[in-house]
């Protein structure tokens, strides 16, 4: 989930797959646990906010073209891609008026309040729970997924202020985390149509040097507040970092059927792995250690919802999933792996993916929109059999979008401590001047402390609590402030 780009299609769509796929009711939809499962449509599958994705037959991105946008020329790509029109977001000017600030009993003022990470969260053989030194160690924390390379601030997918970096981790540990998940940390691949060439690994076997820092200054200083990170590798979407389909067009290879030749071709396969590679490989100068040997680092995350909401394409074959599991085991015997397949079952169907049975994998994983307390207890009894920890990877905290309290969500949540972590989506911080929250609209957006409704505030703090809660925490009966700017190191 990210901004809503202006999504388009070629319309020819095959009339049968349309009906599968109809998004006209999104909203029911998606809260149609309750109601009879209608024939064939995957209830669950589909992430808000994509209202205007239209299925085609035509494989996506197998063609395009060229469109004038305001802001020049670029290259949209066929169905299912994200429009590159807007591919500058400008840095405003001074501003004159800022947001409200907030002040609290608590507040962090800088680095120090939590352990820095020194060992390696592990999951012994036959637990369903991680461990830290011998306890149990549940992750709890935010979506932070621009915070390497931003779309909201500036040149889409340029390196993110490091003085918004140590804000938005300062927020992380006031909220209550332990640990961090961040997309673009972790997926910086191809260029986005020619609108971004900040990113990785931009070619084949090409990689930008001027794109480590910000993921060494991320990673060292995650560290440095004592959270533990989450790399997801690559996204079922061709998105501003990137994403599964710049493997593919890397080696010019066959993108129908949602991009299925990421997971059988080997030459894509190959290019996806030693972009994998480089980042075990790399030596983070800010701290002397391998990214491979960096205990700040919680877990490896085989890619981002990969599955997707298109039906024809479902979960990664265990072969491809063993064949990374692999060869990130080869370089790197300190982390855990995460299955990043989009759920791990289908209410739909009851078809359950094949990582559960890919004894490489510590770890499987759901993204909750909607909150769905029914879903998530089937998911967590099926997890049982295979000692799979369970992260709940995203989830929305809002008042408006879900039927479900959220409460009840993350007390079920609480009941099964320490087997099931969880990572809400997503935390945004002020801009450089500190002065104004970075805005983003996918609904999900997380302006902490004082930047939501008031009726989303009070969620927000019922979050807050339940991180601390589960982190073994003293409660706070109010939301911690955070000093910013924090100071730079």
């Known amino acids: 989930?990210?901004?809503?780009?202006?999504?388009?299609?070629?319309?020819?769509?095959?009339?049968?797959?349309?009906?599968?796929?109809?998004?006209?009711?999104?909203?029911?939809?998606?809260?149609?646990?309750?109601?009879a499962a209608k024939a064939n449509r995957l209830l669950k599958r589909y992430p808000?906010?994509?209202?205007?994705?239209?299925?085609t037959t035509t494989p996506a991105f197998a063609a395009t073209s060229t469109v004038v946008a305001a802001l020049g020329e670029a290259t949209q790509g066929a169905s299912g891609a994200f429009n590159p029109n807007v591919a500058f977001n400008p840095l405003?000017?001074?501003?004159?008026?800022?947001?409200?600030?907030?002040?609290?009993?608590?507040?962090?003022?800088?680095?120090?309040?939590?352990?820095?990470?020194?060992?390696?969260?592990?999951k012994r053989?036959?637990?369903?729970?991680?461990?830290?030194?011998?306890?149990?160690?549940?992750?709890?924390?935010?979506?932070?997924?621009?915070?390497?390379?931003?779309?909201?601030?500036?040149?889409?997918?340029?390196?993110?202020?490091?003085?918004?970096?140590?804000?938005?981790?300062?927020?992380?540990?006031?909220?209550?985390a332990n640990t961090i998940r961040l997309h673009s940390c972790g997926i910086s691949t191809g260029t986005y149509f020619g609108t971004n060439p900040y990113n990785l690994n931009p070619g084949l076997f090409k990689y930008n040097e001027a794109a480590w820092d910000i993921r060494d200054y991320v990673i060292y200083a995650a560290g440095q507040y004592g959270l533990r990170i989450v790399l997801p590798l690559t996204d079922n979407y061709k998105y501003y970092h990137g994403g599964k389909y710049d493997f593919i067009d890397f080696r010019n290879a066959d993108p129908s059927n949602a991009g299925s030749s990421f997971y059988t071709n080997r030459a894509v396969q190959g290019s996806y792995l030693a972009y994998v590679g480089q980042l075990l490989k790399r030596v983070n100068p800010y701290n002397g250690l391998t990214y491979a040997n960096d205990p700040t680092i919680l877990a490896w995350e085989t890619g981002n919802?990969?599955?997707?909401?298109?039906?024809?394409?479902?979960?990664?074959?265990?072969?491809?999933?063993?064949?990374?599991?692999?060869?990130?085991?080869a370089y790197d015997s300190n982390h855990l792996i995460i299955d990043g397949t989009n759920g791990f079952y289908n209410y739909t169907t009851k078809a359950r993916s094949q990582g559960l049975q890919v004894p490489g994998i510590n770890i499987v994983t759901d993204h909750g929109y909607p909150r769905n307390t029914a879903l998530i207890s089937t998911e967590y009894d099926i997890a049982a059999p295979y000692s799979k920890n369970f992260l709940i990877g995203e989830f929305d905290w809002t008042t408006t979008r879900s039927s479900q309290s959220l409460a009840a969500y993350l007390s079920l949540i609480e009941?099964?401590?320490?087997?099931?972590?969880?990572?809400?989506?997503?935390v945004f911080g002020h801009d450089a001047q500190c002065c104004n929250f970075v805005k983003h609209n996918d609904g999900y957006s997380l302006y902490y402390p004082n930047g939501n409704s008031a009726a989303d505030e009070a969620n927000v703090l019922?979050?807050?609590?339940?991180?601390?809660?589960?982190?073994?925490?003293?409660?706070?009966?109010?939301?911690?402030?955070?000093?910013?700017?924090q100071p730079a190191f």
């Open 1 to 35: 989930m990210y901004s809503l780009f202006a999504l388009w299609a070629i319309v020819a769509a095959n009339s049968a797959l349309a009906s599968v796929h109809d998004l006209n009711n999104r909203l029911s939809h998606e809260d149609a646990v309750a109601a």
């Open 48 to 55: 808000p906010d994509r209202a205007t994705f239209a299925i």
């Open 92 to 122: 405003a000017a001074t501003p004159t008026t800022c947001a409200p600030s907030y002040t609290a009993p608590t507040m962090i003022t800088g680095t120090g309040t939590l352990p820095k990470p020194s060992t390696f969260v592990k």
């Open 125 to 176: 053989f036959g637990d369903r729970f991680l461990n830290l030194d011998g306890a149990p160690f549940t992750i709890v924390g935010p979506n932070i997924y621009w915070i390497c390379q931003d779309e909201n601030y500036g040149p889409v997918g340029s390196y993110t202020d490091k003085g918004r970096v140590r804000e938005a981790l300062a927020i992380a540990v006031a909220m209550g």
């Open 305 to 329: 919802e990969l599955g997707g909401y298109i039906e024809a394409e479902m979960w990664p074959p265990s072969s491809w999933t063993r064949s990374v599991v692999s060869y990130i085991a």
């Open 415 to 426: 009941s099964w401590k320490p087997n099931v972590g969880d990572l809400a989506w997503s």
């Open 462 to 485: 019922l979050l807050v609590q339940h991180w601390y809660r589960q982190t073994n925490r003293p409660i706070p009966s109010q939301l911690v402030g955070v000093a910013c700017p």
